[in-house]
Each structure stands twice: as C-alpha cells, then as structure tokens.
C-alpha cells in the first residue's frame, strides 16, 4: 500500500486503511501520523459556531422547552427581529431628509413626527382590546403590522408618481401616521407573545442576544441606505424605501412561522374584571411613577429628536451618508452593549441597569448642543448607542415585569400610550420653541429633562414589582 505525505495531509486510501486494520507493516507509523494529526482533522469549528449560533438565537437550552416548539419559536423570532430592523433601518432616519427634498419647514418636519407618535398613541389600547377579546396573539400582530403597516412603506415608494409637489407633504405625513397607528395596534398582542415564548429567568441574555442581530442590521443597513440616496439623488430614496417594503415582507413571513403556544391559544377569562386607569395607578403606584418617568422623558427626547437629521444637515455639515454613518457606529456600540447589558440584566436586575444608563443618557443630549461639526458626534454616539443598548432592554424587561399576567397586554398598552402622547407633545413644543431658540437649544432642554428623570428613577424605583 502506498502513502502519500504531506503537511498535515494523510491520504484517504491510507486513513480507512488504518481504521480497518488492513494496513501492513506500516500500520504503526499510519496510526501515529493518524493521532498526531487527529485535532485538525476533527472539525471542531464548525460544531462550535453552530452551537453558538443555537445558543444565541434560541436562548439557553431548558427543560421546560422539551416537546415544544418555544425553542424554535424563539429563533424564528430572532431572525424576524434582524430582519424587522433591516427594513426600517431603510425608512426611519431618512423621512426628514426626504421631506426636505420637496420643500418641508422645521415645523413640518415636527408635525410629521407628532402625528406618528399621536397616531401610536390612538392604536395602543384598542390593539388591548382586540388581544384581551380574541387572544390570537400572532394574528393581530401580522394583521396590522406586519402585513397592512408595511405595504404602507410601498405607498412611499409610489407617492410621488401621485403626488403634485406641493402635495408631498400631506402625502406623508398620511403614510406615516397610518403606520403609526397600525405598527402599535399590534404591539400589546406582540408583547404578550413574546412572554410566552421567552421565559422570564433568560429575557435579558435572550433579548440581549436578539437586539445584537437588530444592532447588527442597522449597522449594515443605515449606512447602505444613507450611500444608496446620495449616489442616486432623490430617486434613491424610492429604491431605499422599496428595499426596506422586501425586507419587511420577509420579516412578516417569518413571523408567520412561529407557533402559537397553547395556553395563549385558549383564552381564558381573567380572574379580576380589567382595570381602570385611575384603579390601575391607585392599586399599582411604581408602575404609575414607572409610566410617568416614561412620559417626562420620551417628551424629553422628542423635543429634539425629530430635528436630528436636519440639525445634522443645516448646522453641522453633513449629508445623508454622514446620517448612515453616525447610525452605524450607535447600531455597533449598540451591539456591545446588548452583549454587556444582558448578563447584567439577568446577574442583578433591570432596575440596577436602569440606574445607570438613565445618568448616561443626559450626557449625549449636552454633547449635541456643543458640538460644532457632524464628526465629533462619532464618538458622542458611540456613547449613546451602548447606554441606549442597556436602556431599551431593562426597560421592556421591567414593564413585563411589573404587568400582572392576567392584564399584561392592558398595562402595556397604557405604558406605551404614556409614551406615545409624550412623543406627540415633545415634537409639538420642539416645533415652537425651535423659532425662539433655534435648533441648538433645544438639545440643551433634552438635557435637562433627561436629567430630571434619572434623578426621579433612583428616587422612585426601587424594585421591578408595580
């Protein structure tokens, strides 16, 4: 029998040979080159990122998942998250942008942020309703969300085949209103979903781990998106918004897989008749102090938030790829931070990460207001993306936490509609004060007010029970 060597190589003929015990009198020398040889020849990389991969899509293995598709569901949620964020990653920081191409006033741009956020507000408790009702969880949320919400990203892409230019205007801001209203509609059936699907003891890893891949499609996508429009011109914005209708119709797909769980499927009535708002807050006052805090600071952030892109373009030099860009390195730190925040989630408590990244935030509000150019804003976002990361993640984990499950999707739904109106208010007093004290001002009354709330949380918060 006849071997051939090289590095590292032992030729198939000659390794079969050695297992079968046929080899001659070199079977010694082919057993020893076999064992020398034997970790690259084991393919134990491969195994390694799959399991990883497993572990980081479905969430550490569990017992009570055997002989039910939760595991499955979870992964099929990971992906829809990735993909969900890819599509709007296409839209979100480039309405403003795209409003200004036919003609659009600051106080435009802050009424076309309102009407979203009110329209939200309007979607949140009647989508209650409808998941207490009928308790088809998956179907509500594909229904308004998934399906009739995004084909509203395909009426961007037609309006101006419609629309006279001065006309353009009212066009979107009907689009983003209507997408307002249904993208929350489905958002108490969706949450009380997930919390089905994801037990309570591994949210933090398990969210964690999901909002990387949705850091991740940011990354990728934001600053394609941001190239795409400046190379093309005004017609990159339809082919951005086109791209971001595919990515969402894929998303939705996804999502269509998931299986229901059982229990969620039978509805059950609840112990105690639903509450009412002033019961709801009497009986629960962490949750009602939780709801204020929220709506102090989602008025805070929207006072300047919806005039970011065009203080970016009027003020500090940029175009829309700097936009992309600077969405980029918040989606990168973002990721980072979601890997960090999840194990300190789960280690400690979201209070404690609420705590800290509540005294992080003001600090990037300050940095907006002092900043002379769009480029020191990369390290000031850098900043923001990692301690934004912590924020959003604790703070959804503690509003499940301190629902009562037989009113969860209630609760949130007044959570979410606090904020909703809060978004509503913040663009109106943006779009009023931003003629009394121009667009850096306002940045400087974000600060503020994000300060207050940090103060309030340690004061008001002091465990994740309402």
Not at 202 to 231: D, E, Q
């Amino acid at each position: 029998m006849t071997l051939f060597f090289s590095s590292g190589y032992i030729s198939p003929v000659a390794h079969r040979a050695a297992q079968r015990g046929k080899s001659t009198m070199r079977t010694a020398r082919v057993t020893d080159i076999q064992a020398e040889w034997e970790p690259r020849l084991r393919p134990g990389f491969l195994p390694s990122v799959k399991d990883r991969m497993d572990r980081a899509m479905g969430g550490p293995a569990d017992k009570a998942d055997a002989g039910t598709p939760a595991r499955t569901s979870r992964k099929l949620l990971w992906i829809e998250g990735l993909l969900s964020n890819a599509s709007e990653s296409f839209v979100t920081n480039f309405l403003a942008p795209f409003a200004l191409t036919f003609g659009a006033t600051n106080a435009q741009i802050g009424t076309l942020a309102s009407a979203g956020n009110m329209a939200s507000a309007f979607g949140l408790l009647p989508g209650a309703r409808l998941e207490e009702r009928f308790g088809r969880r998956k179907r509500i949320f594909m229904l308004s969300t998934g399906v009739f919400g995004r084909l509203f990203l395909l009426a961007l892409v037609i309006m101006p085949f419609f629309f006279h230019m001065s006309m353009m205007f009212w066009g979107l801001l009907a689009v983003v209103t209507a997408r307002g209203f249904l993208n929350q509609l489905g958002f108490p059936a969706w949450s009380t979903l997930v919390t089905d699907i994801v037990p309570e003891r591994i949210r933090g890893r398990y969210f964690g781990s999901r909002n990387i891949a949705v850091g991740f499609a940011g990354l990728i996508c934001a600053p394609l998106a941001g190239y795409l429009i400046k190379a093309s011109g005004p017609a990159g914005y339809r082919v951005s918004f086109l791209i971001a209708a595919a990515t969402g119709g894929a998303a939705t797909v996804v999502f269509g897989l998931i299986k229901e769980p059982k229990k969620v499927r039978t509805l059950k009535k609840a112990q105690k008749p639903a509450p009412g708002l002033v019961s709801m807050f009497r009986e629960h006052r962490q949750f009602a102090a939780f709801t204020a805090i929220g709506f102090i600071l989602h008025m805070s952030l929207q006072v300047s938030g919806p005039f970011n892109a065009v203080y970016q373009i009027q003020m500090l030099g940029a175009n829309t790829a700097h936009i992309g860009v600077l969405g980029a390195v918040g989606a990168l730190t973002g990721m980072i931070g979601q890997r960090v925040w999840g194990v300190q989630n789960d280690r400690r408590s979201d209070v404690w990460v609420l705590r800290i990244t509540h005294f992080l935030i003001p600090g990037t509000s300050l940095a907006w207001a002092i900043t002379p150019s769009w480029s020191y804003l990369l390290p000031v976002e850098a900043i923001s993306g990692f301690a934004w990361a912590g924020y959003w993640l604790s703070n959804f984990n503690l509003l499940l936490r301190m629902a009562p499950d037989e009113h969860r999707s209630r609760f949130v739904a007044v959570y979410q509609s606090a904020v909703a109106v809060a978004s509503f208010v913040g663009p109106v007093l943006g779009g009023i004060l931003v003629g009394v004290i121009t667009l850096r001002g306002l940045y400087w009354i974000s600060a503020i007010g994000r300060l207050v709330v940090s103060i309030l949380f340690a004061l008001l918060i002091k465990n994740d029970r309402a």
